[in-house]
């Protein structure tokens, strides 16, 4: 106000004496004018502080909200790569989880496959005959893995492995006749049951462990003018079974 009041003091100092008391101006009104203005000024003055303080406030609420935004940037990178790396754990752990499946279910498979076991008897006399008689045991107590063949009297190894074979022959004795059968593999004899004596039933057994391979055939072969005795009672008998496969 005293800045505005001195400038006009030197205005009017400058303005020639005849204008001043000129009937065309009213100093009152133009003081008033002045007033005015110097309100008007000090409000803008306030204004433009209150804009400031506002915007000081804003600035550091927009620095917080910088701040904070950049905290959780550093937060989401963090989860993101806690993600990638639990995804690389979970990759891993599934391909594991496939290749212990893939190794079940292999075991599985084999133990399936292992199942390989038969037990038959003749059901029937037969012999004497003239040459070697591949003997076929027609009643079956067991036939697990269907690796027996009571068509042909012949085992088929389903797979590579050790097999365990038993055989039990028996008959009434006689001065003409005995006992005799023989297990044979692909042709070979391997083991043979015998007995003879003039009367009475008599029976002989056997049994062996062979190392065989997969498509072997083994089979009881019964001796030219021996003879083997069977009825319902199933005395003379044909076993084997997988020990464990190769």
Request: net charge negative.
């Amino acid at each position: 106000m005293l800045i505005i009041i001195t400038v006009l003091m030197l205005n009017m100092w400058a303005i020639p004496a005849d204008y001043l008391f000129s009937p065309n101006i009213n100093i009152l009104e133009k003081l008033e004018k002045m007033k005015i203005m110097e309100t008007r000024m000090e409000s803008t003055e306030k204004e433009i502080e209150r804009l400031r303080t506002e915007n000081t406030a804003q600035a550091e609420k927009l620095k917080d909200m910088n701040v904070t935004m950049n905290e959780r940037k550093i937060e989401m990178d963090e989860l993101v790569k806690q993600n990638k790396a639990q995804a690389k754990e979970l990759a891993i752990l599934r391909g594991t989880t496939n290749d212990v499946k893939t190794k079940m279910d292999e075991l599985i498979k084999q133990n399936e496959v292992s199942k390989v076991a038969f037990s038959v008897s003749l059901s029937s006399t037969t012999g004497p005959h003239s040459s070697l008689h591949t003997l076929m045991y027609k009643h079956i107590f067991l036939n697990a893995g269907e690796a027996y063949d009571a068509n042909t009297g012949i085992f088929t190894a389903p797979m590579k492995g050790v097999y365990a074979f038993r055989v039990f022959s028996k008959a009434y004795g006689s001065q003409g006749k005995g006992v005799s059968a023989g297990l044979f593999k692909n042709g070979q004899h391997e083991i043979s049951t015998y007995a003879r004596q003039d009367g009475g039933f008599i029976g002989s057994s056997n049994g062996v462990s062979l190392l065989l391979e997969k498509g072997d055939e083994v089979y009881v072969n019964l001796y030219p003018d021996f003879w083997l005795f069977d009825n319902d009672y199933h005395h003379s008998t044909f076993s084997g079974h997988l020990l464990f496969p190769m």
